[in-house]
């Protein structure tokens, strides 16, 4: 797609974006179902309810099997008990996904498109009637947005009937269908563009090492004696891009081989939580590591190579083909690591993202055997073997040791040994990193390495690359967030001693302001013994006595829809409110207000209220800020901000999850503004 035209999609789907949030907000990812095994069961007989959940593109449901205090919504069940029937068995998810969540530092499992839970209850009379309500909470990390679910079932002599669903817009509310699925249009789009940008620069790094992998010793001499052969010959040309083409298809075939086990998600929900896989890749990486560094050499049977050879040397144009396949097997030795390297990260991705890997590894590895064999006259301008390519092999095994080291950090997450935390992990990378500045500048020798009297320019260079990587580490050693190298290291929860944060929070709970000694609060803040804001900040957990405040003291108030299980919501207050300008704006301009829609506190009988939106009553603070949140604001996701005046009304459109600080500056800074107003 050109320029131009993307730049239409682009501002096509832009408009469909605010065209769709004006009108309707209300998102309904999940629909719900259930059955009875037998619709006409007999007294004292045991039967099943099945509960089925359809989960759109792009969400997921939280099941009902992990340990509920990590912090996101369980799906729950709850059954109005009555004399005509009993609870017989456990309440139990069918299949479910399991996977190592960093922010929850859990395990936790889930459904995607499709979620199934099971239980049985007996019949104790006839007729009988079976009420039930399921719950839970779905999430989607394309748009960043988290939904608290309810559906109720009845089930009896009569037909069943469908009871409220705080999420089903199609019955409860009159919001256009067309326009919720519009408003989802978005999130899809972009998530294919995520996918799209992920296995571009994936491919992109598989050239890379494509192109690496021609300087090593194993290759680089092969060039000269492989072009000549085809120079010397008629039709040599046209051989020279068959035995190109043969390359790739070699690799590619690879990576067809893998592409079924990396498409399928149980494979990478293995590798992300089980500790086999990732000790395995650990132990290959070092191996290929020692290899690289000298220590033995990896190669094909002896067998295999010369049969490929004797192939070669029957002519014709199958001749060509074993010819790349001879080259592919001889130089495994160097090419076998770095292949490995790349097959091993295509894993749990999309189906043809080792075939695409493999592919461009092979262009990039083919290319100067095809470009030579065309314009032989270039040759000349190729360096002489030597020395240097077994030490681009031994920058390679840095390389290896470096990422071994990702796949024990993801053991230790997983089974929580605390051994190999944020701040271990930077001091092994920053010893892994001097030590290949100290071998580039010839201080470290190892076994193939010729003796060197002086120090490249290249050599020079790429060492003071590799010191500077050194000292933008040695920060993360007391808490710096490293974000170029996010989601390599552990996450900033798994650091041992975070100087950042110590700072941060002291910053926070000081006064920005010299001229202010206190935030004006009203005490007691409501709730405050049970919900706490992050960074030092204080603020209220309750709409009216938040109104109370904005009027007492002439601020605008910052409305903030949370929850416990809201993953998105710590995203945003770990990226975004932790910037000291959006802390300020917070804490001198606003008065916080945090209304948790997922809390399972039960309110008193006086403060219950009637829903208008579907008639229930709402018994516990989540349910009725989740309420409040859908019938003031027509929207049920989180995180959700709004800016309100002293009179509760909403003055500029209210913002969603946005990881960019400097958009929610200025959106902080336009409450303000018209608030003033």
Same mark, same amino acid.
């Given at each position: 797609?050109?320029?131009?035209?993307?730049?239409?999609?682009?501002?096509?789907?832009?408009?469909?974006?605010?065209?769709?949030? +004006?009108?309707?907000?209300?998102?309904?990812?999940?629909?719900?179902?259930?059955?009875?095994?037998?619709?006409?069961?007999?007294? %004292?007989?045991?039967?099943? =309810?099945?509960?089925?959940?359809?989960?759109?593109?792009?969400?997921?449901?939280?099941?009902?099997?992990?340990?509920?205090?990590?912090?996101?919504?369980?799906?729950?069940?709850?059954?109005?008990?009555?004399?005509? &029937?009993?609870?017989?068995?456990?309440?139990?998810?069918?299949?479910?996904?399991?996977? /190592?969540?960093?922010?929850?530092?859990?395990?936790?499992?889930?459904?995607?498109?499709?979620?199934?839970? $099971?239980?049985?209850?007996?019949?104790?009379?006839?007729?009988?009637?079976?009420?039930?309500? =399921?719950?839970?909470?779905?999430?989607?990390?394309?748009?960043?947005?988290?939904?608290?679910?309810?559906?109720?079932?009845?089930?009896?002599?009569?037909?069943?009937?469908?009871?409220?669903?705080?999420?089903?817009?199609?019955?409860?509310?009159?919001?256009?269908?067309?326009?919720?699925?519009?408003?989802? =249009?978005?999130?899809?789009?972009?998530?294919?563009?995520?996918?799209?940008?992920?296995?571009?620069?994936?491919?992109?790094?598989?050239?890379?090492?494509?192109?690496?992998?021609?300087?090593?010793?194993?290759?680089?001499?092969?060039?000269?004696?492989?072009?000549?052969?085809?120079?010397?010959?008629?039709?040599?040309?046209?051989?020279?891009?068959? /035995?190109?083409?043969?390359?790739?298809?070699?690799?590619?075939? &690879?990576?067809?081989?893998?592409?079924?086990?990396?498409?399928?998600?149980?494979?990478?929900?293995?590798?992300?939580?089980?500790?086999?896989?990732?000790?395995?890749?650990?132990?290959?990486?070092?191996?290929?590591?020692?290899?690289? &560094?000298?220590?033995?050499?990896?190669?094909?049977?002896?067998?295999?190579?010369?049969?490929?050879?004797?192939?070669?040397?029957?002519?014709?144009?199958?001749?060509?083909?074993?010819?790349?396949?001879?080259?592919?097997?001889?130089?495994?030795?160097?090419?076998?690591?770095?292949?490995?390297?790349?097959?091993?990260?295509?894993?749990?991705?999309?189906?043809?993202?080792?075939?695409?890997?493999?592919?461009?590894?092979?262009?990039?590895?083919?290319?100067?055997? $095809?470009?030579?064999?065309?314009?032989?006259?270039?040759?000349?301008?190729?360096?002489?073997?030597?020395?240097?390519?077994?030490?681009?092999?031994?920058?390679?095994?840095?390389?290896?040791?470096?990422?071994?080291?990702?796949?024990?950090?993801?053991?230790?997450?997983?089974?929580?040994?605390?051994?190999?935390?944020?701040?271990?992990?930077?001091?092994?990378?920053?010893?892994?990193?001097?030590?290949?500045?100290?071998?580039?500048?010839?201080?470290?020798?190892?076994?193939?390495?010729?003796?060197?009297?002086?120090?490249?320019?290249?050599?020079?260079?790429?060492?003071?690359?590799?010191?500077?990587?050194?000292?933008?580490?040695?920060?993360?050693?007391?808490?710096?967030?490293?974000?170029?190298?996010? %989601?390599?290291?552990?996450?900033? $929860?798994?650091?041992?001693?975070?100087?950042k944060s110590i700072i941060r929070d002291e910053v926070a709970n000081a006064s920005i302001d010299a001229s202010s000694e206190k935030q004006d609060m009203l005490y007691p803040i409501k709730y405050g013994d049970i919900f706490h804001l992050p960074h030092g900040l204080k603020g209220y957990f309750d709409y009216d006595q938040a109104v109370e405040a904005s009027k007492k003291f002439g601020k605008p108030i910052f409305l903030d829809f949370t929850g416990h299980g809201c993953a998105n919501c710590r995203k945003m207050e770990d990226n975004v409110w932790s910037d000291p300008r959006v802390l300020k704006r917070l804490k001198?301009?606003? =008065?916080?207000?945090?209304? /948790?829609?997922?809390?399972? +506190?039960?309110?008193?009988?006086?403060?219950?209220?009637?829903?208008?939106?579907?008639?229930?009553?709402?018994?516990?603070?989540?349910?009725?800020?989740?309420?409040?949140?859908?019938?003031?604001?027509?929207?049920?996701?989180?995180?959700?901000?709004?800016?309100?005046?002293?009179?509760?009304?909403?003055?500029?459109?209210?913002?969603? /999850?946005?990881?960019?600080?400097?958009?929610?500056?200025?959106?902080?800074?336009?409450?303000?503004?018209?608030?003033?107003?």
């Amino acid at each position: 797609m050109n320029t131009f035209f993307r730049s239409i999609y682009l501002i096509g789907l832009f408009l469909i974006g605010i065209i769709s949030t +004006t009108n309707a907000q209300l998102i309904n990812p999940v629909k719900w179902s259930a059955e009875l095994s037998n619709n006409s069961p007999k007294k %004292g007989e045991v039967i099943t =309810i099945t509960y089925k959940a359809e989960i759109k593109e792009g969400w997921y449901l939280y099941s009902s099997d992990f340990d509920p205090d990590l912090g996101p919504m369980l799906t729950e069940v709850e059954y109005t008990l009555n004399n005509t &029937f009993e609870v017989a068995g456990e309440f139990t998810p069918v299949n479910p996904k399991k996977k /190592y969540d960093e922010l929850w530092e859990g395990d936790i499992t889930y459904f995607k498109k499709h979620g199934e839970f $099971t239980q049985t209850l007996k019949v104790l009379e006839i007729p009988f009637k079976i009420e039930t309500n =399921i719950s839970g909470q779905s999430c989607s990390d394309e748009t960043g947005q988290c939904i608290p679910l309810a559906k109720s079932f009845v089930f009896g002599d009569a037909k069943i009937e469908k009871a409220e669903e705080a999420v089903d817009t199609e019955v409860k509310k009159e919001v256009k269908v067309e326009q919720v699925e519009k408003g989802e =249009i978005k999130a899809v789009s972009s998530s294919g563009q995520d996918t799209e940008e992920s296995l571009f620069g994936f491919m992109l790094s598989a050239f890379i090492f494509g192109l690496t992998a021609i300087f090593t010793p194993c290759v680089f001499p092969m060039i000269p004696l492989t072009v000549s052969f085809f120079t010397n010959q008629s039709g040599g040309k046209s051989k020279a891009f068959l /035995y190109g083409f043969s390359i790739i298809a070699i690799y590619g075939f &690879f990576g067809a081989v893998l592409a079924p086990l990396a498409g399928d998600p149980s494979v990478a929900n293995a590798i992300s939580t089980h500790w086999l896989p990732n000790i395995l890749f650990f132990t290959i990486f070092i191996v290929f590591a020692m290899s690289f &560094f000298g220590m033995f050499e990896i190669t094909m049977p002896s067998s295999l190579v010369n049969k490929m050879d004797k192939q070669s040397d029957k002519g014709g144009l199958g001749a060509v083909f074993f010819m790349a396949f001879t080259l592919v097997l001889v130089s495994f030795s160097c090419t076998g690591p770095i292949v490995g390297t790349i097959l091993i990260e295509s894993v749990g991705g999309a189906y043809v993202k080792p075939i695409f890997g493999m592919i461009a590894f092979a262009s990039a590895f083919a290319l100067p055997f $095809t470009i030579f064999a065309l314009f032989p006259g270039l040759m000349k301008g190729l360096p002489k073997s030597g020395g240097w390519l077994n030490s681009v092999k031994v920058v390679l095994g840095f390389v290896e040791l470096a990422l071994a080291f990702k796949f024990l950090s993801t053991v230790d997450l997983v089974y929580h040994w605390g051994v190999l935390d944020k701040d271990i992990m930077v001091a092994i990378w920053i010893a892994i990193s001097m030590m290949l500045g100290l071998y580039l500048l010839g201080k470290i020798r190892l076994p193939h390495d010729s003796p060197m009297d002086v120090i490249s320019p290249p050599r020079l260079i790429l060492a003071t690359i590799v010191f500077s990587f050194v000292i933008y580490l040695i920060p993360g050693l007391f808490g710096a967030p490293l974000k170029m190298l996010s %989601g390599i290291l552990p996450p900033q $929860t798994h650091h041992t001693f975070d100087l950042k944060s110590i700072i941060r929070d002291e910053v926070a709970n000081a006064s920005i302001d010299a001229s202010s000694e206190k935030q004006d609060m009203l005490y007691p803040i409501k709730y405050g013994d049970i919900f706490h804001l992050p960074h030092g900040l204080k603020g209220y957990f309750d709409y009216d006595q938040a109104v109370e405040a904005s009027k007492k003291f002439g601020k605008p108030i910052f409305l903030d829809f949370t929850g416990h299980g809201c993953a998105n919501c710590r995203k945003m207050e770990d990226n975004v409110w932790s910037d000291p300008r959006v802390l300020k704006r917070l804490k001198e301009d606003y =008065i916080i207000l945090a209304l /948790y829609v997922d809390d399972p +506190t039960k309110l008193p009988k006086d403060e219950w209220v009637t829903s208008t939106f579907d008639g229930n009553v709402k018994k516990t603070i989540g349910a009725k800020n989740f309420d409040f949140q859908i019938t003031k604001f027509n929207s049920n996701a989180q995180p959700y901000y709004c800016l309100l005046n002293d009179n509760g009304d909403l003055m500029p459109p209210a913002k969603a /999850y946005d990881l960019n600080v400097e958009n929610f500056i200025n959106f902080l800074d336009e409450g303000v503004k018209s608030f003033k107003k």
